[in-house]
Structures are given as C-alpha cells and as structure tokens.
Nanobody, 120 residues
C-alpha cells in the first residue's frame, strides 16, 4: 500500500531553521505532483508549497515565499521542505501531499503530518 511519511518537525525558536522530509513507499512518486500543506489549531488546512515532477516548477504560498524552499529527489522517492527564518505563525502540523489527475478526477495521498512549533 502506498504511503507518505513525514519527519523533521520539532520545537524551535523564531528565526531558526528546520528541514522536513517526506518519504514515499509502496509505489513510485516520481511522476506525481508533490506538495506541503499545513494546519494550525482552529484553522483550515492551507497550501504551503508544491513542486512539479521534474522540479522545473515550484509554487509557494505568499506567507512563506523567500523563506521556504521545496525540493525533491525522485531517486529516493522523497520531497523536502527547507524552512528558514521561522516565525511563530508558522506553527502548525505539516502534511505531505502527492497528487495526480485522471480526466477531471483528482487523486491524492496524504502523510500523517509532523508538528512544527515555533516559539517567540
């Protein structure tokens, strides 16, 4: 069964950095769009970053542009999120996502999430 497993979260201070990893297993994820989402307490899950299959294209939420970098290593079935200059408002559970579309149907895998807490 295909699954995604995140790691790398933790408790850090404002201004610190963290690198999240998401490892896929059970199938190849190299041809899927990969991304990161986050959900803070009491808020809806929101988009953070995405990366195309070849890494040629990346997208970021305005709130993380210039601070976060998404990358992937298809040989390791892994996607990363380098987070620099962390702020308390970055505190959330971070989820890895893999997605593809067939005609008009969107298919997705989600990881279980990793907690990131940024203290002021």
């Amino acid at each position: 069964q295909a699954q995604l497993v995140e790691s790398g979260g933790g408790l850090v201070q404002a201004g610190d950095s963290l690198r999240l990893s998401c490892v896929g297993s059970g199938r190849s994820f190299s041809h899927l769009l990969m991304g990161w989402f986050r959900q803070a307490p009491g808020r809806e899950r929101e988009f953070v970053a995405a990366i195309s299959r070849s890494s040629a294209t990346t997208r970021y939420a305005d709130s993380v542009k210039g601070r976060f970098t998404i990358s992937r290593d298809n040989t390791k079935n892994t996607v990363y999120l380098q987070m620099n200059s962390l702020k308390p408002e970055d505190t959330a559970v971070y989820y890895c996502n893999a997605a593809w579309a067939v005609d008009t149907t969107l298919y997705e895998y989600w990881g279980q999430g990793t907690q990131v807490t940024v203290s002021s």
